[in-house]
């Protein structure tokens, strides 16, 4: 059985009107993407169908968490993920290109898969950076021994292990003009 295939709302048969679905996402969830940075979560998944004649809009609802490399140390941790976001669902018989928003689909469907749309949610809803939280004295909660082999290297101590390498503040544009022939 394919794992995306629950995330599939058969609208058809729905009424007008405002209908409420939950979804659980879990490990197999985002083991069917390949590729993917999330190695495995949890998160629950509240989705507000609004449907109308000219289409539906869809409230997603997503809290839970996930599994990223951090940044700093390369360890794995669990990140809390929130999203709240609509994407609205338009017919056409003309095929479109769906822009994050507005998704367009032909008359003749009978069911929608939003599970692309949930995982990129989860994706877009992570920062940009990904450390370890601190703990409750500020400290971080890093792997020691990976952070403790990443230190500051000073000018001298540069200089002696890249010979040949200038840090004495002056630009390499500056060079660059020396060989540049004026006009």
């Not at 951090?70 to 290109?97: A, K």
């Not at 990976?146 to 000018?155: G, N, T, W, Y």
Request: charged content about 35%; overall charge negative.
């Amino acid at each position: 059985m394919d794992v995306l295939k629950k995330y599939s709302i058969a609208f058809k048969g729905l009424g007008e009107g405002t209908h409420r679905f939950d979804m659980k996402v879990d490990d197999r969830f985002f083991e069917a993407f390949e590729g993917s940075e999330i190695r495995r979560g949890n998160a629950d998944v509240r989705l507000t169908l609004d449907k109308r004649g000219n289409g539906m809009a869809l409230d997603f609802d997503i809290r839970g968490e996930v599994a990223v490399e951090c940044d700093r140390c390369l360890e794995e941790f669990m990140m809390p993920v929130r999203y709240e976001g609509t994407l609205h669902v338009r017919y056409s018989d003309c095929e479109q290109e769906s822009d994050g928003e507005v998704m367009w689909i032909s008359p003749s469907e009978t069911e929608l898969n939003v599970a692309q749309y949930i995982y990129e949610s989860i994706c877009l809803s992570l920062p940009y950076q990904r450390v370890h939280p601190d703990d409750s004295e500020g400290r971080s909660t890093c792997d020691p021994d990976m952070l403790s082999r990443f230190r500051i290297v000073s000018e001298e101590e540069f200089d002696r292990l890249c010979p040949g390498t200038e840090t004495d503040g002056s630009s390499p544009w500056e060079k660059l003009k020396e060989i540049k022939p004026s006009k």
